[in-house]
Every structure is written in C-alpha cells, then in structure tokens.
C-alpha cells in the first residue's frame, strides 16, 4: 500500500471549519520584500498614527519594536501580508511580504494620513491648541479595510477593554494563519469571514464571547463582500451600510470608520467615558452625555474626531470615581 495515497493532512487547532494543512508545511515564507519608500509632506508620528490599530498589548496582528519599526499583519482582498514601517529622517520606508504585500504598499500613504489634512482643525480651547502643539505628527490613518476594524469593535461592545482584548487575541491566534515573512514571533493575519463563520459556538464562550456579540460577528462575515464595499463609500453611507446589520449600532460602526476611512467628523456616540472627558476637559463637566459633548464638539464640526482625539491625547481625564469594573471571564462558567 505504500505511495497509493498521499500523506493526511495535519490539521489546525480548529475543528469544524479548520482548514486543513499539508504535513509538514511551512508556517512562515521569507520571500523577498517588497520594498516602498515615501516622504510624508509634514511631521508624522508613526506610532501615533498606527495606535488606533493596535487592540492591546498581546495583539497578534500588530507590533511596535523597540527599534521604532511597526509591524502589522492584514487580511487584504489580494490575500494575507505583513506590513513593516519604518522611518530613517523625513523618509519612511514600508516593506511587505505574502500575497497582499503589493496591496499594502500601494496604500502605504493613506494608511499613514497621506489624504488627511491636519491643517483643516482649528482650535478654539487652549487645552485643544497645547495638545495639538505638543503632538504635531497626529495624522490620522486610512486602511480601506473594514471587516479588519469592524470586528474588533464588535467584540468591545459592552464590556471592559480588556476583555476585548483578550477575546480578540485568544480568537486570532487559533483560528487566524501565521503571518508570511519574517515577523516576529506569534504574530497572526485574522481569520477569514468564512473561518469567522465555522468558529464553534464553545470557542466563542472560552473566549469570553457572550452570544449577542459572537452572533453579530457571524451576521457581519456572512456579508462580508459587501461590508467590505463601504470602504470606496463616504464616511456617513458607509456607516449606514454598516448599520443594516443587526447589533451594529452607531458606536460600532463610528469606531470602524474612523480606521477605515480616516473619518475626521465621525465622533463616537454612546460611548460610557468619552462624553464625562470631553465635558471634563472642554468645561469642567464630568457628567456630560452624548448631547452635550455633541454640543461642545459643535464648533469643530467635520473635525470632531480629531478634536476627541486630540482631547483624549492631553492626559486630562477627571478622576475615578469607584474601582475599576472588574474583568469577567464567562469562558468559566
């Protein structure tokens, strides 16, 4: 019988929707990169520019070295890639690997604010004005893609960041694939909408995934394709697309296009601690809600993300009033 049938395949962690691997198959391909540089028209930060990327400290599919690269790994429509950035004096440098590297090279400039325009804010409080002084190279990125943004902030509905975080970790390193190149280690691409759909209704409740938030996850990759359009949409279309899906509301869908599109305007509604600090910092109201910090943002309306940004850059937050929420883990129970 030996040499009639081909080996079996190994297969993944994931039963019921894991995709099968040739024996022996390498988990990383060093292939050469492909190499882009860019000079940015201003100061830009690239750590701050990329930090609304990063979901936590153990995020798989982001990483920020001590020798000042940033590495990012992405689900692209040309297929998976790695993404690093760099920057050697007013020139930045991204070099990619995988199917999607010639996909994230081309949109290098936007990813880094290339389409922003800082210059377009106008400050009118003196904290805003000290804040914008003292971080020039805020600009704010464009990915044009959605599912990788959208699905994060889903799992961040109603509970503690660090739950989400951990959600979001726990979930990319089991089902995502390694990422291609020479990354570091552990890092991951996202899983894919189809292997979002085959995630195990028991996986979801081991990573603490209650069952509102892992349903509107599988309602979002079973539209995926169309989802994904929006990212060619204008920030306020998108977001209604968005919305058709049942349990995305205007939190979520504000939190995705503010990555997605580099949606200056698009201020987060229905946060819990966002309108107490921009009342705190804006007028000494620790207990605005959504009415009032839309009032106060009024002044810089098409840049009140911007403005938020800004705010939550400035380190003025009022103080707690109680612990924090402690961190649940339903994966227990």
Do not use: C
């Not at 201020?267 to 910090?293: F, K, Y």
């Amino acid at each position: 019988m030996a040499g009639r049938f081909a080996p079996r395949p190994a297969r993944t962690t994931v039963r019921g929707g894991r995709t099968a691997v040739p024996a022996g198959a390498p988990r990383q391909v060093s292939a050469p990169a492909l190499v882009r540089t860019w000079v940015p028209d201003g100061p830009l930060d690239l750590g701050l520019v990329l930090a609304p990327l990063r979901r936590g400290p153990g995020d798989p599919t982001f990483r920020a070295l001590p020798d000042g690269s940033v590495w990012r790994a992405s689900l692209t429509p040309a297929g998976p890639g790695t993404l690093r950035v760099t920057r050697h004096g007013g020139e930045v440098r991204g070099e990619a690997w995988g199917p999607g590297s010639g996909w994230l090279l081309e949109r290098l400039p936007d990813l880094l604010g290339a389409a922003d325009d800082p210059a377009a804010f106008v400050p009118r409080h003196k904290l805003l004005a000290l804040a914008r002084y003292r971080r020039p190279g805020l600009r704010l990125l464009r990915t044009g893609l959605v599912l990788e943004s959208l699905i994060p902030s889903v799992l961040e509905q109603k509970v503690t960041v660090g739950e989400a975080y951990r959600a979001w970790r726990l979930l990319v390193r089991k089902y995502g694939e390694p990422a291609p190149g020479p990354a570091p280690e552990r890092m991951s691409v996202m899983p894919s909408p189809r292997t979002w759909a085959l995630i195990p209704s028991w996986e979801w409740h081991r990573a603490g995934v209650d069952d509102k938030r892992a349903s509107t996850v599988l309602r979002a990759v079973r539209v995926a394709a169309r989802l994904e359009e929006a990212a060619g949409m204008a920030p306020a279309a998108a977001r209604a697309r968005l919305e058709l899906v049942s349990g995305i509301g205007p939190w979520t869908s504000a939190e995705t296009v503010q990555r997605s599109h580099g949606a200056a305007d698009e201020v987060t509604v229905g946060d819990l601690h966002l309108p107490g600090i921009v009342g705190w910092a804006l007028a000494g109201d620790r207990d605005a809600d959504d009415a009032v910090m839309l009032e106060l943002l009024e002044p810089y309306a098409g840049q009140r993300h911007r403005a938020a940004r800004l705010i939550l850059l400035s380190g003025r937050t009022p103080a707690r009033r109680a612990p924090k929420t402690p961190r649940r883990n339903i994966g227990r129970l």
